[in-house]
């Protein structure tokens, strides 16, 4: 297992994912905007990549799961930035079974207070645990249980 962090390929995937739905412009139109703002290295592009690839491919049934789990919010109303992060962690979920859930978890949140509202890590971290306990992916835990 790689003790590499991969944060910096996923700010890089949610950087090219929101330049491509604020341009509406395919990535390879806005990699190079993407790259030259904030080089990364060529193994987290590769993965960041990956993230964007299975973002694209999954998009309508990651948008219907966050629809489904944020019951009075909207896709429209959402930070952008949030519904971006939401997915990606997703698509961590669902397709990079290396990946340990929590972890997914934490970074989209991590990222999200970064970079998003001040409201935006505790609704990133609530649509994303109820979606990994919905999908049997973090067992439901008694209040005074420890980790």
Partial sequence: MSSVSRRPARIFAMQLIYA???TASPAGVCLPGVLASAPIQDDMKKYGMSLVDLYQEHRSTLEKEIKSLSHAWDLGRM???????IMIAMVELLYKPDIPTKVAILEA???AN?????DSPQFVNGILNQFAKNKGMLSEK??????
Avoid: P, Y
Wanted: charged share 30%.
């Fill in 20 to 22: 491509m739905d604020l």
């Fill in 79 to 85: 930070a952008t930035l949030d519904r971006i992060l």
């Fill in 109 to 111: 949140v991590q990222i």
């Fill in 114 to 118: 970064k970079f998003s509202t001040d």
């Fill in 142 to 147: 008694k209040s005074g249980d420890q980790n």
